[in-house]
């Protein structure tokens, strides 16, 4: 193998990156702070499954941590194992709940376990009657008919003088489904639902609302809010403006930048046939990263239901997706952008300040909350405060 002195080191690997993340820590912390003033009375926890929404729940959990958050939500025992590192004094709720063979890390860690189901009820009482009093949260199913015990089943639970003693849950929840809907009216019939289980474990904390039923007002709030999606500065409520701040931005650099001539066309299946000559950008990100071949200018099926296909931003302008996104590579359209304002090696905004994710998504026809969990391995981050300096 070769070998480079020391003048050949890559000491910015950021600057140098094909593909590079940006997560601003305060805008985060910021949009924690202001769902926590929105909960009202309740104490807001934060919701970092998936890898803190791809922001990475290393750097994102402590930054909340540091922030105030007592509370977190993740979903897998491996993500609550990895934050109790960075959130040493904090509860910890598992939402998958605890499996045979995962007691050791919850009990070593000091985790949660949401209980969802009557046969994961039935091994935390075997394992109780193994180890003792140790706290859990239920999750009871209000109409999701996702997770959840059965309601009349957890109401009878509650009031079962035959429960061991050592069965002590810290938290009751539920979810809403269809909280980023503030006109359905099954909001207001999980609330009396859940209503009726919150009585049955009086004395006993009780969440129900994540971002979107934080918005619905007081009586969604209960003792415990769960905020996720707008701490990441993405929309919680359809048709409602978003007043998050953004966190994330995702960038990709410009491989070249080719002059192509009307009637040709771009990219696979020709999908794209030019009218006009063209200039296009070849930038360094695709599928494979997370920038869904959903937003591909023609080939796919969406541009059937939806025209318009995906936007970057760069040179102060939005700019158009050229036929279909491959695995690693996706062409921009610069041909209405002032002559050498886009050159090899620019950076393109694919999602961030300029280009909000919630759009993003819906070019891709999908949520702001896919983009997000969706992010690649081959990006490079970096975690920056306020005006942008680098931690």
């Known amino acids: 193998m070769t070998e480079f002195s020391d003048t050949f080191e890559d ?11 940006t997560v601003n820590l305060t805008a985060l912390t910021d949009n924690w702070k202001d769902m926590a003033r ?38 897998t025992v491996d993500e609550g194992v990895t934050l109790r590192l960075y959130a040493p004094e904090a509860r910890i709720f598992v939402l998958s709940g605890i499996w045979p063979g ?4 919850f009990f070593e860690n000091d985790l949660v376990p949401v209980i969802s189901s009557e046969e994961q009820l039935a091994f935390w009482m075997a394992v109780l009657a193994d180890y003792g009093d140790y706290p859990c ?13 059965p309601m009349e089943e957890a109401i009878a639970l509650a009031d079962d003088v035959s429960r061991p003693a050592s069965f002590s849950p810290v938290l009751v929840m539920s979810h809403l489904t269809c909280g980023d809907d503030h006109t359905s009216p099954i909001n207001r019939q999980q609330l009396e639902s859940f209503r009726r289980v919150s009585a049955a474990y009086e004395g006993i904390d009780s969440s129900l609302a994540a971002s979107g039923g934080i918005f619905l007002g007081s009586d969604y709030h209960f003792d415990v809010t769960r905020p996720g999606i707008t701490i990441y500065g993405g929309e919680a409520v359809t048709g409602m403006a978003n007043p998050m701040r ?13 002059t192509v001539k009307a009637g040709e066309a771009v990219s696979y299946g020709r999908a ?12 360094s990100a695709g599928y494979a990263d997370g920038y869904m071949r959903s937003q591909s200018s023609g080939g796919v099926p969406l541009r059937q239901v939806v ?4 936007q970057g931003f760069i040179a102060g302008r939005r700019v158009p997706v050229a036929g279909r996104i491959t695995m690693d590579l996706t062409i921009f359209d610069v041909t209405d952008l002032p002559e050498n304002s886009v050159r090899s090696g620019d950076y393109i905004e694919l999602f961030g ?30 975690y920056v405060e306020d005006e942008g300096a680098a931690l």
């Open 307 to 310: 025209p318009q296909g995906g």
């Open 246 to 258: 953004p966190v994330v931005t995702a960038e990709a650099r410009v491989i070249q930048v080719r």
């Open 38 to 75: 929105r909960s009202g009375k309740a104490r807001a926890a934060a919701v970092v499954k998936a890898d803190a929404y791809g922001t990475g729940i290393e750097d994102a959990g402590e930054a909340l941590y540091l922030a105030g958050a007592r509370d977190f939500f993740v979903a």
């Open 353 to 382: 300040r300029n280009m909000p994710v919630d759009d993003v998504a819906r070019a891709a026809g999908t949520i702001g909350y896919e983009i997000l969990t969706s992010i690649g391995l081959r990006h490079e981050r970096r």
């Open 272 to 283: 794209m046939q030019l009218t006009r000559d063209s200039r296009l950008a070849i930038v």
């Open 102 to 105: 995962t007691e050791r890390r």
């Open 11 to 21: 000491e910015n690997t950021f600057d140098s990156a094909g593909l590079r993340l």
């Open 137 to 149: 949260a239920l999750h009871i199913d209000t109409g999701f008919n996702r997770l959840g015990l």
